[in-house]
């Protein structure tokens, strides 16, 4: 049996420096071309939280996929949308440090899920998948959300705010996928590009 090729070449359609870094993380030799998707990120009507991060990474890779230079028409293309959501309604990202503080507020004691959204296309082939973990955060006073929110790092993170980074210290427990929460579930993507048929290591 033959070994599927090693994934040397990727389009992101994507800015986030993290899912780049999970990236480079999950194939450090990767050779990645970066090409954001400019598009509407509205929510539709009264869209839940599973079918919004689908919608959104299935037009992300559309807008990129149908535009390639030909240079990397062979190559696939990765786009995804990772949104925090607590009572099946999507958060979105915070517009002030106010409202920072509002939807953290929210968030302290309970349960929430991050849910990403990816698709993945090469050529005619379209694959797609949403991914979910659950968040706990402990109980958190106001004055330390407070505090959370005047280091910067929620600006501009969905849910307002940041695992890999200084909000770890808001998390109690996550049921499933970390890298999820960062911004790219890489076992799911893994088996994704599997079925493109390429192995990442």
Do not use: C
Request: no cysteine.
């Amino acid at each position: 049996m033959q070994t599927p090729p090693l994934l040397q070449h990727l389009v992101l359609a994507s800015a986030s420096p993290r899912r780049k870094e999970l990236l480079y993380q999950l194939q450090p030799g990767l050779q990645l071309t970066i090409q954001p998707a400019a598009i509407d990120e509205s929510l539709v009507g009264q869209e839940a939280g599973e079918d919004l991060v689908r919608r959104l990474a299935i037009a992300k890779a559309h807008r990129i996929a149908s535009s390639l230079d030909s240079s990397l028409a062979g190559y696939p293309v990765l786009a995804a949308d990772t949104e925090v959501v607590l009572d099946g309604r999507p958060l979105g990202k915070p517009g002030s440090r106010e409202a920072a503080v509002e939807l953290l507020s929210r968030l302290s004691g309970r349960f929430h899920e991050v849910k990403t959204g990816m698709a993945l296309v090469k050529g005619s082939t379209w694959l797609d998948a949403v991914v979910t973990t659950r968040v706990f955060f402990r109980e958190l006073s106001r004055d330390e959300i407070q505090a959370y929110v005047a280091t910067g790092e929620p600006d501009d993170k969905a849910g307002g705010y940041g695992i890999q980074g200084r909000g770890a210290a808001l998390v109690e427990k996550i049921e499933g996928s970390y890298s999820n929460v960062v911004g790219l579930p890489l076992e799911t993507l893994t088996q994704l590009l599997a079925q493109l048929g390429y192995r990442v290591f």
